[in-house]
């Protein structure tokens, strides 16, 4: 049976950009929501499931100098290297699957787009939540597929959330900055319902 790692690692060896429902050219909602928080440039910014993602380009465009990129996939990162060019020694990239992800520092912003709902077991999502709550230090922006979506994403069981749900789940260790739903139009031209939250870390 194929592993996680390995399924991933398949896709992005196999599939081109536009073919990855995920895809976004440019990934508005979590760049305003990053500059909704208002921290320096200088701020520690993890990006976890950003293997795929082109956020990593904008924020080194605009002079973020902290960046981490977390990837269960290397070919992901390999191929996020290789269009960042020399600049992509400015960033931090890590290899792991969230779940055996094991921190060496805190970040001010954690961002997951699309990460989160693949974790269906409830001892994948305590795990995942164990993390958000010790390594995220200020600011969390999250998105997953919105309730009443699809349970499946590439092929992959997902769970999804309301914005209430999203927000009870993280209401131990963080309250509500903003959240909207916001249609993501696939590169096939399907469209998929999202659940996007900005959550600031309780004091």
């Known amino acids: 049976m194929e592993t996680q790692k390995e399924y991933w690692e398949r896709v992005y060896a ?26 320096p440039r200088s701020s520690s910014i993890i990006d976890v499931g950003g293997g795929g993602s082109r956020l990593v380009d904008h924020l080194l465009e605009e ?31 890590i290899v792991s699957d969230i779940l055996d992800f094991q921190p060496s520092r805190p970040y001010e912003i954690w961002h997951d787009r699309a990460t989160f709902h693949f974790l269906t077991a409830p001892k994948d999502i305590e795990k995942y939540m164990a993390l958000v709550t010790r390594w995220a230090t200020r600011y969390l922006a999250i998105a997953t597929i919105s309730d009443g979506g699809p349970t499946k994403l590439s092929g992959l069981d997902v769970r999804p ?22 249609d993501h139009t696939t590169p ?5 319902t999202f659940s996007f939250c900005a959550l600031e870390r309780n004091l």
Do not use: N
């Open 14 to 39: 196999t599939k081109r950009p536009r073919e990855m429902t995920w895809t976004e050219e440019y990934p508005m909602r979590s760049l305003d929501f990053i500059h909704h928080f208002h921290l």
């Open 63 to 93: 002079g973020y100098e902290d960046i981490t990129v977390l990837d269960i996939s290397e070919t992901a990162l390999d191929l996020a290297r290789e269009r960042l060019g020399v600049i992509a020694d400015r960033v931090t990239w």
């Open 161 to 182: 959330y309301s914005i209430a749900a999203l927000e009870a789940q993280f209401i131990e260790g963080f309250h509500k900055s903003g959240c909207i739903t916001e």
């Open 188 to 192: 096939a031209d399907i469209q998929q």
